[in-house]
């Protein structure tokens, strides 16, 4: 089935570092990929939507300059915490629409990222 | 836009019985509608998927049903097992061609031994 690749799992980074993380979808291609931020106990929130070769969409209140997406191939994706802060601890989901299964959506394993 | 909103937010079952997790959703136009179980410090993992064009959907212990004039959704587990205590996410895709998915705010469910 398809398989969408999430690295790092973990990151514990200091304030004012940027972090990246990356998302491969292994046996399919990604026409569509999103990012999620999801708080303890809350739910998934959507940040931005990206499509291969264009800029990403991102959702009303998420700041594009701090959350930089980047989907050069059909294949990946990344996100870019940039001059990171505490505040943006939080678990970071992708999930890749593609691989011949009408409207199925992949998601990747997540990343906890910690700023310390 | 979408919005979907899930009940309950805690569900407490005893092993054996069924549990059933509702779900509304406000777009008219959205056509997919998949639920997701998520287990601590993992990502979501489909479980079932329902689209707008059948009514019920049924895989084993787990069926969802969908009623589009109401525009509700539900998940129903029966013969409920320990290992299925986790949180439980539903989701519904926007009518618009962005291909989003929009999550309820998540039903964690317990099944006691």
């Known amino acids: 089935g398809a398989v969408v690749s999430q690295h790092p799992s973990r990151v514990i980074c200091k304030s004012g570092t940027s972090v990246k993380i990356e998302c491969r979808s292994l046996?399919?291609?990604?026409?569509?990929m999103f990012w999620y931020r999801q708080f303890p106990k809350q739910s998934l929130m959507l940040m931005a939507t990206s499509n291969e070769g264009s800029k990403a969409t991102y959702e009303q209140g998420v700041e594009k300059d701090k959350f930089l997406i980047n989907h050069a191939s059909l294949t990946l994706s990344t996100l870019t915490v940039t001059s990171a802060h505490p505040e943006d601890s939080s678990f970071y989901i992708c999930s890749a629409r593609g691989g011949g299964r009408v409207n199925g959506y992949t998601f990747g394993s997540g990343t906890r990222l910690t700023v310390v | 836009g979408e919005n979907v909103e899930q009940h309950p937010s805690t569900l407490s079952v005893q092993e054996g019985d069924s549990a059933v997790i509702k779900c509304t959703y406000s777009d008219s136009a959205s056509n997919y509608f998949p639920w997701y179980k998520q287990e601590l410090g993992k990502g979501p993992q489909l479980i079932i998927d329902i689209r707008s064009n059948v009514g019920e959907k049924k895989d084993q212990r787990i069926a969802v049903t969908l009623n589009k004039t109401a525009k509700h959704f539900s998940l129903h587990i029966t013969e409920t097992q320990p290992e299925d205590s986790a949180v439980y996410f539903c989701?519904?895709?926007?009518?618009?061609?962005?291909?989003?998915?929009?999550f309820g705010s998540g039903t964690r469910l317990l099944v006691r031994p």
């Open positions: 046996d399919f291609q990604a026409t569509t």
């Open positions: 989701a519904a895709s926007s009518g618009d061609s962005s291909y989003k998915l929009i």
